[in-house]
């Protein structure tokens, strides 16, 4: 483009944001968010109900701590504290910082619910509704007791056989228990140490939990002591739940909504992501398919299968380091001590059955040897938070290892996978420009930023078709030629001569049989756009966004406040969990792509013309399949058709003034010989 042109592309985009900017602060002024008076949750706990699928008891196998199916504890084993107890009978301890509150069941000392609340009271995040139409109004739980397992919740401990009783016995909460240097925590002592007969199990051991919440983080450090006050040593497998009931916070039957797993390695230390495991709706089925093979092979079978035979993890130097479930904007797993990188980790992976959004995951310590009169610990670390490398990057760095040479692993948990080279950095520049302008300003920058630096990809692509059009015009005729003089003859000698001519045809004025100057450009630039796609959906600040009319960026727009619930129906891929809404902008890239494809030139080749015809239906296609995606995603289109109209035009009138277009204002000049025979009419 010449000079004059690039400078009139560059106040277009400076009116556009001037534009957006007044609009956004006189026109649709930023309300403040809903106030909400105490912590959105009570102190009762789920009714006593049978669990629905209890978790079967791990094997041997991998260091797991194994159990079997036990009848109700005796006098005996009520003596040593196994008395279980309805989870309304419970007590609640809270812990609270200025990013959560968490509440602990002493049933099992276990982390009843999670809420983003912050120790005043006030909400952090708030839970985004189904229908896109309401405002958040409620504060997020994160984390929550599931009717479908009661039994079974965050931080319950995988020990040994007698699991089952002690995940539902009271604990008893240590008043005296030293206290750490960072955050709050809590200690609860089994057996406990009043009203029973005997303080210590059968084998004469103590166990002690210790839960610490680190300040102005997601993030929570637990310790599990073994005291061995017995007479003979003893050995444990010492694992722990991960995150069980949690709340999936983007659209309904998101396939974001998934089981993570990051294993590491003692020779390289470098830690792997498993970028392909399966949602939490396939993993029933992927576990029945691998019983299934258990089974044919003989093995034991369970309603949970190891972590490593689900990751089909063959090479014995690789172990678990964190295990957990993921949203499109959350994440909360349990991780291994990063002081002791070399110990052998495992876990197991429970689906929860009658429930397709949730699974139970397991982290499993090596096994200890606790000689008699000492103890022994395990550390463990658990994060439930954003899926955003900035507060998964501060929760690490809460408490870092002694070891400094290990890396940041968690935040490898909030990339965008293969495409994160690409996603990275535009969510950097996403975030700077958030932080000066605001959200929606700032996808409207990128868009420009982007397309701006593309543009002279996208100038060489149009230039070159425009040079191929104009060619093709000269060449079409000797191509009808040729295309006549073998017409009616199928024989594979004729084809291969009429290709034969067709080629030098071609090869004598320069032009390929693929515009692939064209096509080139455009090709290079789809990684670019797949990085972006992948930048709005894991850009956390966008979400709950406002900007101008729309309360959230991470929703369909629903400009017209009304809608109607679709459910699972055949019309379900226009909804946004289940519920159909008036969107405003899908519609505008609709027409914004009509107008694009009405200004494009007009092949003379009827092959073309069709081929033509036949991609302006395309887009608006593509319009419906993103009718119920967020707006974000559509301002981003939005922004990108007004730019590729305004730089098409722009680069028209720069190549006709080189000569590679005709001005279609000027008309040629016919010559007599080129007349066609009613002009020479008497």
Known sequence: ????????????????????????????????????????????????????????????????????????PTSKDIQRG??????????????????????????????????FIDADGKPVYLHTPDNPVDAPEKPLELLHPLEEVPDLLPMALVLDKNDEWRNTSRWEVVEDAP??????????RFPPSRGFEYSQESDGTVIYKTITLL???????????????????????VGMWGPVGMTNDAARNSAEHSRIALYAST??????????????????????????????????????????????????????VVHGTRTQWFIAFIAADPDNRDQRWSGQVLPIKGNDQNAATSLIAPKLTIPAGEQAEVQMRFYAGPRDKERLSDAWLA????????????????????????????????????????????????????????????YRGQKSMATYTQKMKVVKPKLDA?????????????????LTETRAAMKEHNVGMLPLGGCLPMLIQLPIFIGLYRAFGNAFFLRQADFLWIHDLSLPDATIPISTYLGDSWLGFLAHSGWLTFNLLPMMWILLSIVQFKLQPKPDDPQQASMQKQMAFLFPLMGLMFYGYASGFAFYFIISSIYSISESKMVKRALIKQGVMPDPKKKPKVADDDKPEYHGAS
């Open 267 to 320: 020779d390289s230390k470098r830690y792997i992501q498993f970028e392909d495991s399966p949602t939490i709706r396939a993993l029933a089925s992927d576990v029945e398919d691998l019983n299934a093979d258990l089974e044919e092979e003989g093995e034991e079978v369970h309603d949970w299968v190891s972590a490593r035979k689900l990751d089909d993890v063959t090479d014995e130097d690789r172990f678990l």
């Open 482 to 498: 040729i295309k006549e003089k073998y017409e009616g003859k199928k024989g594979q000698d004729a084809q291969l001569k009429m």
């Open 215 to 237: 300040p102005d983080t997601y993030r929570f450090d637990i310790k599990i002591r073994i005291e061995n006050k017995g007479s003979k040593g003893a050995e444990k497998v």
């Open 82 to 115: 196994f008395k279980v107890i309805a989870p309304a009978d419970a007590n609640i301890h809270k812990l609270a910082n200025e990013r959560l509150t968490a509440e602990f069941s002493d049933r099992g000392a276990v982390l009843h619910r999670l809420t």
């Open 179 to 188: 206290q750490p240097e960072k955050g709050k925590s809590i200690t609860f």
């Open 1 to 72: 483009m010449h000079r004059k042109d690039m400078i009139q592309m560059v106040v277009v985009i400076a009116v556009l944001v001037v534009a957006f900017f007044l609009a956004q602060k006189y026109l649709f002024p930023a309300s403040p968010p809903p106030v909400i008076d105490g912590n959105g949750s009570g102190n009762k706990l789920a009714s006593n109900e049978p669990p629905a699928n209890k978790p079967a008891p791990p094997t041997i196998e991998d260091n797991t701590p194994s159990t079997e199916v036990k009848p109700e």
């Open 399 to 458: 408490n870092p290892p002694a070891d400094e040479a290990i890396k940041l692993q968690w935040t490898e948990l909030a990339t965008s996978g293969f495409w994160d080279v690409i996603a990275t950095p535009l969510i950097w520049i996403l975030r700077v420009l958030t932080g000066l302008v605001g959200p929606g300003l700032a996808i409207i920058l990128l868009t420009l930023i982007v397309r701006f630096g593309l543009s002279p990809l996208s």
